[in-house]
């Protein structure tokens, strides 16, 4: 059997999420809102256990960084000061043809000329800003006086709190405020599944430093970052850094470094490591009139701190994760014969079920209540799912499609029927080399929890 393409593999990687519930598109019984997404009760686990592991290495497993969680509808004044409102817009182009609305950079040229990417049309307006803001208004007038933002990136609270957020957290430089949350961008043309949405959820630190440490810093940001993607089964072949050049960063950026992954629609950004210099302090410091400024106790002198800011995509880091883990091999089924399985290899850390427990045969009742003792006995320490119906192979290969790590089975060796010296243990299998090994019930959390924390 030949491998499937980088499409056809993007096609069964879309279709599976729909199917075995990870991923579904909004909306969806009425037709569908474009470049939005829900997440289903696989999905949801998935994100919560990247959303959760990344808090955890960023916040809880560092002294120098505190969390926030700052409100999405956002003062005008915010991103006036920030420049979102004057700039945060893509060039757009409209084809006369068929209508489509384009950013300038999906144009295709032949022989020179510029050409609609759909219909090859040539007859395309002139180029216009579009900002990519979504505006609403706050209170019962919606007039100018009171239009306020979704914000465009988790980034500006962290920025607006600066200075509560050091005050009561008493942190000395270097030090981070880390926030994951949504973030919603009108996008000219949302595409690639999730890749491009109209909402997402971002995982962004903003890292204050001394103007001295801040390239040092960058560097260091973006080995923490390569790793972090590494700890959750992303291979280094696939992340590539993209040094990106002069003209293509802010002007206010000293040095940025795109982290890139290899979908099957193309290497493209998973998160951004930026030195931002003082801007975004400087910016809100001129124009609130409060000042941002550090005092720094050794030196007696006032600053405004510097930031490297790493800022991660959930949804593109969980597309990443699903891209990275999809794999077909073989396998045999109930009969023997050999057959195609496909397999989600997530590592367990952040796999949405750690153990299916499967009691042998479902009529069976002693194998029953023994399984639903270890769902009990499991519960506590790991999400678990127990599955009673189907051919035990059938069983196995939907664990194994959603990626489930582990498998227990509850067989008769396991009430002693056979051989007295096996009571009371279970089959666990590996999702991965398929293997099985006999192991006490009473080892079962011992034997797991080192593997999926
Ligand atoms: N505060 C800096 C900032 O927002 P960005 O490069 O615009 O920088 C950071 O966004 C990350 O947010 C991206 O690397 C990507 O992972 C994610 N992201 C940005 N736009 C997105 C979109 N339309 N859909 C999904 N994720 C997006």
């Given at each position: 059997?030949?491998a499937?393409?980088?499409?056809?593999?993007?096609?069964?990687?879309?279709?599976?999420?729909?199917?075995?519930?990870?991923?579904?598109?909004?909306?969806e019984?009425?037709?569908?809102?474009?470049?939005?997404?829900?997440?289903?009760?696989?999905?949801?686990?998935?994100?919560?256990?990247l959303?959760?592991?990344?808090?955890?290495?960023?916040?809880?497993?560092?002294?120098?960084?505190v969390?926030?969680?700052?409100?999405?509808?956002?003062?005008?004044?915010?991103?006036k000061?920030?420049?979102?409102?004057?700039g945060?817009?893509?060039?757009?182009?409209?084809?006369?043809?068929?209508k489509?609305?384009?950013?300038?950079?999906?144009?295709?040229e032949?022989?020179?000329?510029k050409?609609?990417?759909s219909?090859?049309?040539?007859?395309?307006?002139?180029?216009?800003q579009?900002?990519?803001?979504?505006?609403?208004?706050?209170g019962?007038?919606?007039?100018?006086s009171?239009?306020?933002?979704?914000?465009?990136?988790?980034?500006?609270s962290i920025?607006?709190?600066?200075?509560?957020?050091?005050?009561?957290?008493?942190?000395?430089?270097?030090f981070?405020?880390a926030?994951?949350?949504?973030?919603?961008?009108?996008?000219?043309?949302?595409?690639?599944?999730?890749?491009?949405?109209?909402?997402f959820?971002q995982?962004?630190?903003?890292y204050?430093?001394?103007?001295?440490?801040?390239?040092?810093?960058?560097?260091?940001?973006?080995?923490?970052?390569?790793k972090?993607?590494?700890?959750?089964?992303?291979?280094?072949?696939?992340?590539?850094?993209r040094?990106?050049?002069?003209?293509?960063?802010?002007?206010?950026?000293?040095?940025?470094?795109?982290?890139?992954?290899?979908?099957?629609?193309?290497?493209?950004?998973l998160?951004?490591?930026?030195?931002?210099?003082?801007y975004?302090?400087s910016?809100?410091?001129?124009?609130?009139?409060?000042s941002?400024?550090?005092?720094?106790?050794e030196?007696?002198?006032?600053?405004?701190?510097?930031?490297?800011?790493?800022?991660?995509?959930?949804?593109?880091t969980?597309?990443?994760?699903?891209?990275?883990a999809y794999?077909?091999?073989?396998?045999?089924?109930?009969k023997?014969?050999?057959?195609?399985?496909?397999?989600?290899?997530?590592?367990?850390?952040?796999?949405?079920?750690?153990?299916?427990?499967?009691?042998?045969?479902k009529?069976k009742?002693p194998?029953?209540?023994?399984?639903?003792?270890?769902v009990?006995?499991?519960?506590?320490?790991?999400?678990?799912f127990?599955?009673?119906?189907?051919?035990?192979?059938r069983?196995?290969?939907?664990?194994?499609?959603?990626?489930?790590?582990?498998?227990?089975?509850?067989?008769?060796?396991?009430?002693?029927?056979?051989?007295?010296?096996?009571?009371?243990?279970?089959?666990?299998?590996?999702?991965?080399?398929?293997?099985?090994?006999?192991?006490?019930i009473?080892d079962?959390?011992?034997?797991?929890t080192?593997?999926?924390?």
């Amino acid at each position: 059997m030949s491998a499937p393409s980088d499409a056809q593999r993007m096609e069964k990687i879309v279709s599976l999420c729909k199917r075995r519930g990870f991923i579904f598109q909004s909306s969806e019984i009425y037709g569908g809102l474009n470049g939005l997404w829900d997440y289903g009760p696989l999905g949801v686990e998935l994100k919560r256990n990247l959303k959760n592991y990344w808090w955890r290495v960023t916040v809880h497993e560092r002294d120098d960084v505190v969390g926030l969680d700052g409100s999405i509808l956002t003062h005008p004044a915010v991103l006036k000061a920030s420049g979102h409102v004057e700039g945060f817009s893509d060039p757009m182009i409209d084809c006369r043809t068929c209508k489509a609305h384009l950013r300038l950079d999906q144009l295709v040229e032949k022989k020179g000329i510029k050409q609609c990417p759909s219909c090859g049309g040539k007859d395309l307006t002139e180029t216009r800003q579009f900002n990519l803001m979504f505006e609403t208004h706050v209170g019962a007038a919606a007039d100018e006086s009171s239009i306020a933002y979704l914000r465009p990136e988790t980034a500006q609270s962290i920025f607006v709190q600066f200075k509560n957020v050091l005050e009561v957290s008493r942190k000395k430089l270097p030090f981070g405020i880390a926030q994951i949350g949504k973030a919603f961008r009108n996008e000219i043309n949302p595409r690639n599944f999730t890749f491009r949405s109209r909402e997402f959820e971002q995982m962004e630190l903003e890292y204050f430093c001394r103007p001295e440490q801040g390239m040092e810093l960058l560097e260091y940001w973006r080995e923490e970052r390569l790793k972090f993607y590494e700890s959750i089964g992303i291979s280094r072949a696939n992340l590539h850094v993209r040094n990106v050049p002069d003209e293509e960063r802010a002007f206010y950026s000293k040095g940025t470094y795109d982290i890139e992954y290899d979908f099957p629609f193309g290497r493209h950004e998973l998160e951004g490591v930026a030195y931002r210099s003082d801007y975004d302090l400087s910016q809100h410091q001129k124009a609130s009139g409060k000042s941002l400024e550090y005092f720094d106790e050794e030196t007696k002198e006032k600053l405004i701190p510097h930031v490297v800011e790493p800022s991660a995509g959930v949804d593109r880091t969980l597309l990443a994760l699903i891209c990275e883990a999809y794999a077909e091999d073989q396998a045999p089924n109930d009969k023997g014969e050999m057959e195609t399985r496909t397999v989600l290899r997530f590592h367990p850390r952040i796999a949405p079920i750690k153990c299916a427990i499967f009691p042998l045969l479902k009529n069976k009742e002693p194998l029953v209540v023994k399984a639903k003792e270890i769902v009990q006995l499991l519960r506590p320490h790991m999400t678990v799912f127990y599955d009673e119906s189907g051919a035990i192979g059938r069983r196995y290969r939907r664990q194994d499609e959603i990626g489930t790590p582990f498998g227990v089975t509850v067989d008769f060796e396991t009430l002693g029927e056979r051989d007295a010296a096996l009571r009371d243990t279970v089959t666990l299998r590996d999702r991965d080399s398929m293997k099985q090994k006999r192991v006490a019930i009473k080892d079962l959390v011992e034997t797991l929890t080192p593997r999926i924390r």
